[in-house]
Every structure is written in C-alpha cells, then in structure tokens.
C-alpha cells in the first residue's frame, strides 16, 4: 500500500470527524433553544483506487486490489421532527403540533419560517420575534390598533383579545408549509428559507393539515441530550484514533524516506 494512500485516508477521516464533532457540539449548546431543530450528518465511502503492481499488498491472500481513499461527510441536513411542548405564562407564547411553520418578515420584508413561538408584541403594537422580525397575521384590524388586553389564541390562529369585557377577534396567525422540508436551509437564528424556486404553501382558517397552535406553550428542541453526549464520546474516541494513526503514517513515511536517501 503507498503511504500517501494512508496519510490521506486518515487526514479525511479527522476531516470528516471534526465536522461530526462541530455538528454535534452545535446540537448539545442549543439543546435549550425554543423551537431549534438538530442537524443530522451522513458519511460515506470515498472511491476506490485500484492497487498498482509495485504496490505492497496488504497480506499475500489479499483479493481485493483497490483500497478507498477514506470517508467524507455526504450530507447535513435538518431533522424536523417535533420537539416536546412546555407551558409558559406569555399569552404571546405559541407552539405548532404538527408540520407547519410560522412566517417572519425582515425589514425588507423578506420571508422567513420558523418554529420558535416566543413572540411578544412592539411598542407600536406589532407582533415580532426576539430578533425584532414580523409575525405574517391575516388581520382583521391593522396590528398597531389592536386593544390592549389578555389574548388567546386558537388552534387554527385566530387571535381573540379582551379588553374592556369584550372579546375581539383581530387577526389570524398564518403558517406555511413548504413542497419538501428538504428544499428549506437554514439561515441561521432558527430561520429557514426556501431553495430558490420552490413554493410555500400558506394555510387557510381550515389548517389542519398544517397542525394545531397551542397558546401559552413553546416548542423546546428536538435535540436528544443522551444520544448527543453518546454521539460526541464516540466521536472524540475515533478522532483521536485517526490523529494518532495519521501520526504512525507519518513516523513510518519518514523512516521509508531515510531508507531510500
């Protein structure tokens, strides 16, 4: 086997490792976060090359004459599965039981999704995130008229206010839905976009197909914190397997290299 095969298949292994281990790390800091959503890898084989007559077999019995280059990570992508549901004192406080997600708008008024529900409303009435994004609300009174009081929302999102013993009813929360959770990507502060082309599908007050909203609860994260901590030994352990044999690869290239000085 030529050395150079052995320095790379270890370096991609430490490579692809690091990314394991950054991804996982991710996962465990946010494992408070309302609403986040963990990220998942998947590793595969690298190709075959195949073994040249002068090469060095592996043993004598050896058949197979090709060894793989080592591993990669093939994809990162976002697990959507629901998070457990905890209750809050915020009447502003939203949850999703389902496969919807609520929309936010930027001051470009650009479109996001997100599944954190910790909303709160603005000194001049509007519905907004922590970031201080826009909630999409079909109103039925401009937000910034909307009576001061308790509020409750519905299963399907309608908002009902009460102030001075009346109840009024002043928008509904609008979610969406995308074609294909894997045409989202992520933005960063538990945002998501959709891949450029495909179509958000926006509910009706009929939304059952988007799931239920439950006020006064938080979506908490999707994020398992012992199947993290086991992923994270695990890799560490095989991380520093492959330093040390990319370390062995080395001190064996250098002897080899005196050899033929």
């Known amino acids: 086997m030529n050395m150079n095969h052995l320095l790379t298949i270890n370096k991609s292994g430490i490579n692809g490792l690091q990314k394991k281990l950054d991804i996982t790390a991710a996962n465990i800091a946010n494992v408070n976060t309302v609403g986040y959503k963990k990220n998942d890898t998947t590793f595969t084989e690298l190709l075959h090359n195949a073994n040249t007559p002068d090469e060095v077999r592996i043993a004598n019995a050896a058949t197979n004459q090709s060894v793989n280059r080592g591993v990669a990570v093939s994809n990162q992508s976002v697990n959507f599965i629901q998070g457990s549901l905890s209750s809050t004192t915020s009447s502003w406080d939203m949850a999703i039981d389902g496969e919807g997600f609520f929309g936010v708008r930027d001051a470009n008024n650009q479109l996001y999704l997100t599944r954190a529900g910790n909303f709160q409303r603005d000194a001049q009435g509007y519905l907004r995130t ?18 001061n009081g308790d509020a409750s929302v ?8 009460q102030s001075n013993g009346q109840s009024v009813t002043v928008g509904r929360v609008i979610l969406y839905k995308p074609e294909n959770n894997e045409n989202l990507r992520s933005v960063g502060n538990n945002l998501y976009q959709a891949v450029d082309g495909q179509e958000l599908i926006q509910s009706t007050n009929q939304q059952e197909a988007f799931g239920r909203i439950h006020n006064y609860q938080l979506e908490n994260a ?17 991380y520093s397997i492959n330093l040390k044999a990319l370390e062995t ?4 290239s250098s002897v080899i290299n005196r050899f033929t000085e």
């Open 130 to 147: 922590n970031e201080g994004l826009q909630v999409e609300v079909e109103e039925t009174i401009p937000q910034n008229q909307w009576p």
């Open 154 to 161: 519905s299963a399907n999102g309608v908002i009902i206010i």
């Open 222 to 238: 999707n994020v398992n914190l012992a199947d993290s901590m086991t992923d994270l030994i695990v890799s560490q352990r095989a």
């Open 249 to 252: 690869s080395d001190e064996m």
